[in-house]
């Protein structure tokens, strides 16, 4: 897949919602490794389940008799051709989750409605499994993790899933891509912006936001490409991977950057949800109802 390297300006007065909403349908390219590429290979498979199916397609799992392995194990299904997953990573994936006992499905992205999943790796984010499985793969690989509870859902399980306090878990994980801490855009210079729009610098690393003096606020949406991109245009769907600043209007301060936390964030976009990061990040930020936003936007990876 090719790189997001889209950066937009957004103005929302509507607040964070509104400002999400306005970043569907602009242009950009995908990032990670080629989903086709690669070898395929069972790996360390000894007494673990059976997977069919390609990279990229929703897996079959057939689990063995018997009792599950007692501690970790992982078999790269695919080989990918892409980097090696490092700790503190974003790192975006499609996967199958199933029970060992039932042989239950309890969560899948392979399927209508749902988009690929992102989250860091080597950081206490997801379960211990999942950090210590996924640390060292590479983009573009198809990974089996079987799971123990004390790397799973520990004692206590987890009940929505149907997943019991003893329950072994087994996952299919396709590795779409992987995102840098200090991933930017590095598109083309699109047309100058307007005056009466805050600046956005175009270098590489956190652009810095410059709100016009003397200028009143925009009272709707605004939307502007400061760096064009050459991928293909985002859908609603999709997953986004981007790094921001978000700035107040009447202060120029900045209230929330993903740079400063060291990681991009990623949300499904056009679903009307918001990225975690600008949810958890107007907490406590004394922004009114009445505050006018600015963020600009690195749209660093798509996923369809």
């Not at 490794?33 to 799992?61: H, N, Q, R």
């Amino acid at each position: 897949m090719r790189r997001r390297v889209v950066a937009i300006a957004l103005v929302a007065v509507l607040g964070i919602a509104a400002a999400i909403g306005g970043l569907a349908g602009c242009a950009g390219a995908s990032s990670g490794g080629s989903p086709s590429s690669g070898t395929t290979g069972a790996g360390d498979s000894a007494g673990l389940p059976t997977v069919t199916g390609d990279f990229g397609g929703k897996p079959a799992v057939t689990v063995p008799k018997g009792d599950p392995p007692s501690s970790l194990r992982t078999a790269v299904l695919h080989q990918g051709t892409g980097p090696a997953v490092t700790k503190g990573q974003l790192v975006a994936v499609d996967y199958l989750g199933l029970i060992w006992k039932s042989g239950k499905v309890f969560d899948t992205s392979f399927q209508d409605g749902h988009s690929p999943a992102a989250f860091t790796v080597g950081t206490g984010q997801v379960i211990d499994g999942f950090d210590q499985g996924l640390l060292g793969q590479k983009v573009g690989s198809r990974v089996l993790l079987v799971i123990p509870p004390a790397q799973g859902y520990g004692s206590q399980g987890n009940s929505a899933a149907g997943i019991t306090g003893t329950d072994t878990i087994v996952f299919v994980v396709d590795l779409l891509g992987a995102h840098d801490g200090d991933e930017s855009a590095d598109g083309s210079k699109a047309a100058p912006l307007s005056a009466t729009l805050p600046a956005v610098s175009t270098g590489k690393g956190r652009p810095t936001v410059t709100i016009p003096k003397g200028t009143a606020a925009p009272t709707k949406l605004v939307t502007a490409t400061v760096l064009q991109g050459s991928g293909d245009v985002v859908r609603s769907g999709d997953l986004v991977i981007v790094q921001y600043v978000g700035v107040k209007w009447a202060d120029g301060k900045t209230f929330d950057s993903s740079w400063d936390r060291g990681a991009p964030s990623g949300f499904p976009i056009g679903l009307g949800q918001v990225i975690p990061g600008w949810d958890k990040g107007l907490v406590g930020r004394h922004i009114s109802g009445t505050d006018t936003l600015v963020f600009a936007v690195d749209i660093v990876g798509t996923y369809h």
